[in-house]
């Protein structure tokens, strides 16, 4: 079945950098788009970063624009988040999620979802 791990959270000062991770699983990890999406402490998800099956084009929010980095290795089955300048702003559950196609489309449009991993920017 497919499986979405999230993993690489944790606490950190503002304008210090952090990575998560996504490991994928149950699915040929190289033919489907994915996506990082974040829900932040009593509001709505929010849409942070796309990038498409062969990972030749990226997508962003604004808020994370020049300052996050969507990547994916589809040898290793593993979608990436660097997270540099990071704000308290940016604390939320960060969850990895797949399209049901190569392309993504910025539209929530997804298949299946991570159980998430909590990110947490503070002093």
């Known amino acids: 079945q497919v499986q979405l791990v999230e993993s690489g959270g944790g606490l950190m000062q503002p304008g210090g950098s952090l990575s998560v991770s996504c490991a994928a699983s149950?699915?040929?990890?190289?033919?489907?788009?994915m996506s990082w999406v974040r829900r932040a402490p009593g509001k709505g998800l929010e849409w942070v970063s796309d990038?498409?099956?062969?990972?030749?084009?990226?997508y962003y929010a604004d808020s994370v624009k020049g300052r996050f980095t969507i990547s994916r290795d589809n040898a290793k089955n593993t979608l990436y988040l660097q997270m540099n300048s990071l704000k308290p702003e940016d604390t939320a559950v960060y969850y990895c999620?797949?399209?049901?196609?190569?392309?993504?489309?910025?539209?929530?449009?997804?298949?299946?979802w991570g159980q998430g991993t909590q990110v947490t920017v503070s002093s």
């Open positions: 149950g699915f040929t990890f190289s033919s489907y788009a």
């Open positions: 999620a797949k399209y049901p196609s190569a392309i993504a489309t910025q539209s929530f449009e997804y298949d299946y």
């Open positions: 990038i498409n099956s062969g990972g030749g084009s990226t």
